[in-house]
């Protein structure tokens, strides 16, 4: 099943400056024992984000004892409050932050490449906007996709009655229409604290791994504004896609570097504790490729997202698709269906130290 994927992660961040800047680097590294999307033995094929209660691993936590629910707190009242103490005791340049980082429902490109097969899809039709009946350059929900966003909307109330659950406080969406409808959907309706309401920011480098398929193109800045009234865009945001070139793709190293620097950014200018992010398969994984993680592959995964190595010129260095096209042997395409991810990072920020 193709479904939102979220993934949710404690992360701490050191610095050895009181105020960020351009110069410094952020080392993330995941607090493990939280969730179940943490441990290598759990099965991504098999696993159950909702029946499992999004990964949370059913344990006790140190500051337990000053719990202010005592022992009518749920497991999630208690985890927030691990983390509240976490950072309450950390050095000054220490953070710890939950991330919830959910993939996409099914597009309507998902549902071609289903229909058309891989090889042929890679080959010529993901090139198209449509076929004439459906149209899949930057697509839109299927009905399936809009059904399987609405569930974890459903999800998402339960766990805010029942679980009591800290919500989201700020909430970041990539560009394409896919992401920006899955997190309308998802979050709309929700009972949350009026000082932390829905009101996405739209990020440029929470899109999906550049490639010559038109499905990577995002909208224009208007028609994102039209269909998504409320969303925020970041500073900066462009009107029309800067990025996206016919017949490119972006290499795996370049879309590393702007996943670092989007966390980076967000980790730097936000001070949430509850952070939202709407993305996916692909740039989810890049997200987390980094030290110290487990990666939670394959259908119905959750996973936690840690990355390195920034680069100045992110997006600099390009390469033709079509000369690698699986036709020819030798392209390709990594893809996840994921559901929800759930863990703890632990960041460091050193200010100053040279890219690596």
């Given at each position: 099943m193709r479904a939102s994927t979220l993934l949710a992660g404690i992360l701490a961040a050191a610095s050895t400056a009181t105020a960020y800047t351009h110069t410094k680097h952020i080392n993330y590294t995941v607090v493990s024992g939280i969730f179940q999307q943490d441990d290598p033995a759990t099965n991504a094929s098999t696993f159950d984000f909702i029946a499992s209660n999004f990964g949370l691993i059913n344990r006790t936590y140190p500051s337990d004892s000053s719990c202010p629910d005592g022992k009518q707190s749920t497991q999630w009242q208690r985890l927030a409050h691990y983390i509240s103490t976490l950072n309450k005791k950390s050095p000054r340049n220490e953070r710890y932050t939950l991330f919830?980082?959910?993939?996409?429902?099914?597009?309507?490109?998902?549902?071609?490449?289903?229909?058309?097969?891989?090889?042929a899809w890679n080959c010529y039709w993901s090139e198209l906007d449509g076929n004439g009946t459906v149209t899949w350059a930057d697509a839109k929900l299927t009905e399936v996709g809009v059904q399987q966003a609405l569930r974890v909307n459903k999800f998402w109330a339960n766990l805010i009655k029942d679980g009591k659950i800290s919500p989201p406080e700020t909430y970041y969406t990539s560009p394409l229409y896919r992401c920006l409808d899955t997190a309308r959907l998802t979050f709309t309706?929700?009972?949350l604290p009026r000082k932390s309401p829905f009101v996405p920011v739209v990020k440029e480098f929470l899109r999906e791994g550049i490639s010559a398929h038109t499905c990577d193109r995002r909208s224009s800045k208007s028609s994102i504004r039209q269909n998504f009234p409320g969303f925020k865009f970041?500073?900066?945001f462009a009107e029309e896609d800067p990025y996206w070139t016919e017949l490119y793709a972006e290499p795996r190293d370049n879309q590393d570097a702007r996943s670092k620097a989007v966390v980076d950014d967000i980790f730097t200018n936000d001070d949430?504790?509850?952070?939202?992010?709407?993305?996916?398969?692909?740039?989810?994984?890049?997200?987390l490729r980094g030290k110290s993680l487990h990666s939670f592959y394959a259908l119905r995964g959750n996973r936690l997202m840690v990355s390195h190595s920034p680069r100045s010129s992110c997006l600099q260095s390009q390469h033709r698709?079509?000369?690698?096209?699986?036709c020819q042997g030798d392209y390709v395409e990594w893809r996840c269906a994921s559901d929800y991810d759930v863990a703890v990072y632990a960041a460091k920020d050193v200010c100053g130290a040279a890219d690596n």
């Open positions: 919830f980082m959910g993939r996409h429902g099914e597009g309507y490109h998902n549902a071609a490449e289903s229909y058309f097969g891989t090889p309706g929700l009972d970041e500073k900066g949430s504790t509850h952070i939202s992010i709407s993305s996916h398969s692909g740039e989810i994984a890049s997200l698709c079509r000369d690698s096209c699986p």
